[in-house]
């Protein structure tokens, strides 16, 4: 699978942005969709995740209210939908992909970065 990633920007606080990450055909029928993110001198942290196969989700405290994931599964697409930017906001933002038969992730357990081995290469989020 390969994953390419799209939407990043520059804009200003309190604006919006969608981010797209494509996705090539593959037969996986559970797997584990994320995003993350990392800041200059930051740790790459998850900030969404869905599962397929059971429809579990995780946001970050710090992103909940503000962010919506979702997935076009006709265009094997997953977005990242961003209102009400904010300056900590701003990172390079990359989606990943992992198959497994049970979530990587609870509602309150952020997915980690180790347990996904496809990754886009990443779309940068500015925000002013």
């Known amino acids: 699978v390969q994953l390419v990633e799209s939407g990043g920007a520059s804009v200003q606080a309190g604006g919006s942005l969608r981010l797209s990450c494509a996705a090539s055909?593959?037969?996986?029928?559970?797997?584990?969709l994320a995003w993350f993110r990392q800041a200059p001198g930051k740790e790459r942290e998850g900030v969404a995740a869905?599962?397929?196969?059971?429809?579990?989700?995780y946001y970050a405290d710090s992103v909940k209210g503000r962010f919506t994931m979702s997935q076009d599964a006709d265009k094997n697409t997953l977005y990242l939908q961003m209102n009400n930017l904010k300056p900590e906001d701003t990172a390079m933002y990359y989606c990943?992909?992992?198959?497994?038969?049970?979530?990587?992730?609870?509602?309150?357990?952020?997915?980690?970065?180790?347990?996904?081995?496809?990754w886009g290469q990443g779309t940068q989020v500015t925000v002013s």
């Open positions: 869905f599962y397929v196969g059971g429809g579990s989700t």
């Open positions: 055909r593959h037969t996986h029928s559970r797997y584990c």
């Open positions: 990943a992909i992992e198959p497994s038969a049970v979530p990587l992730f609870s509602m309150t357990v952020s997915p980690r970065d180790t347990d996904f081995n496809t």
